[in-house]
């Protein structure tokens, strides 16, 4: 019984290293898998021409400088994907509104399905600790205020 057990916590504790850093590790293949599995259900049961259109507006309205802020902050990560994702949807460095409207009008379900299931579970947890871990420079410098900036980031995203 305690070879069990002992076996069980040896196996949780490589398995799922607490800090989640190991590279390649089941702790990044589950919960990238994970994260995955969300968003397939959420392309499946939504109503995508509704969020298209809502999307398309939401540029269109939007100033150009910010637009660009946001894009820029899109392409740093756009170009960070493996190759073989970027052949559905080729984004270049210099977009215009334009372009992108173009670009979210022709997405389909089908599409968005595909790109999910190529995105490697590694990447996906790169980026989730680079949004929750972002460089301090991004960072308001006191530390109460950071925790709040975090909590703000998260209940916007929810």
């Keep these: 019984m305690l070879l069990r057990s002992t076996i069980i916590i040896f196996l949780l504790f490589v398995l799922f290293p607490a800090n989640g850093e190991a590279k390649g590790s089941i702790y990044d293949v589950v ?3 994970t994260i995955k ?3 397939r259900v ?5 109503n995508l021409p509704k969020l298209k259109a809502k999307y398309i507006k939401k540029i269109i309205t939007m100033r150009e400088d910010k637009f660009q802020k946001y894009y ?3 392409f740093v990560v756009y170009k960070q994907l493996p190759d073989n994702i970027k052949q559905y949807y080729v984004f270049t460095e210099n977009t215009s509104k334009t372009d ?3 670009m979210i009008d022709q997405v389909n379900k089908r599409d968005l399905l595909k790109i999910i299931n ?4 590694e990447f996906i947890m790169q980026q989730t600790r680079q949004y929750y871990h972002p460089s301090q420079d991004h960072m308001p410098g006191n ?3 950071n925790e709040t900036f975090l909590w703000k980031k998260l209940i ?3």
């Design 143 to 145: 530390t109460s205020v």
């Design 31 to 33: 919960v990238g898998g």
């Design 72 to 74: 820029g902050k899109f």
């Design 37 to 39: 599995t969300l968003a």
């Design 118 to 121: 190529k995105v490697p579970s």
């Design 100 to 102: 992108v409207i173009n």
């Design 156 to 158: 916007q995203k929810i």
């Design 42 to 46: 959420f392309v499946k049961t939504s």
